[in-house]
Nanobody, 122 residues
Framework: VQLQASGGGLVPAGGSLTLSCTAS????????MAWFRQGRGPERDFVAAIGWDGGRTFLADSVEGRFTISKDTAKNTVYLQMNSLKSEDTAVYYC????????????????WGKGTQVTVSS
C-alpha cells in the first residue's frame, strides 16, 4: 500500500493550495482517508477526514471554513483544498487511510504517506 501526497509548496498568506493524495494497493472507495499535519511541535495533528464513500467529512476547528476535503474514487485520490492560508498552517501534511469508520483519531489510521511541505509566508 502506498499513499503519495503532492501539491505542497510556498504560498503567501491569504493564498490557496490544493494537496492531492493518490493511493495504490488499496481502493480509496473502501477506506476512510484523512489529512494530518505536523508543524514545529512533536504531534501530528488532525486536519480533515472523509468517509469511504465521500459522504461524511470532518474538519478541525482551526481550518473550518477555509479547507475542504474531497475524494475522487475513480482516480483513487483524496484532495485537500486550502484557502485563506495563514502562517500557522505551515507544516508537513500527511495523508492517511483507515479501514475503520471515519475518525479524527490518529491512532486509528493504518496507512500513511510521506508528507508534503506547505509553507505560508507572512
Amino acid at each position: 500500500v502506498q499513499l503519495q501526497a503532492s501539491g505542497g509548496g510556498l504560498v503567501p498568506a491569504g493564498g490557496s493550495l490544493t494537496l492531492s493524495c493518490t493511493a495504490s494497493g488499496l481502493l480509496a472507495s473502501s477506506y476512510a482517508m484523512a489529512w494530518f499535519r505536523q508543524g514545529r511541535g512533536p504531534e501530528r495533528d488532525f486536519v480533515a477526514a472523509i468517509g469511504w464513500d465521500g459522504g461524511r467529512t470532518f474538519l478541525a476547528d482551526s481550518v473550518e471554513g477555509r479547507f475542504t476535503i474531497s475524494k475522487d474514487t475513480a482516480k483513487n485520490t483524496v484532495y485537500l483544498q486550502m484557502n485563506s492560508l495563514k502562517s500557522e498552517d505551515t507544516a508537513v501534511y500527511y495523508c492517511a487511510a483507515t479501514f475503520a469508520v471515519t475518525t479524527t483519531d490518529r491512532a486509528k489510521y493504518n496507512y500513511w504517506g510521506k508528507g508534503t511541505q506547505v509553507t505560508v509566508s507572512s
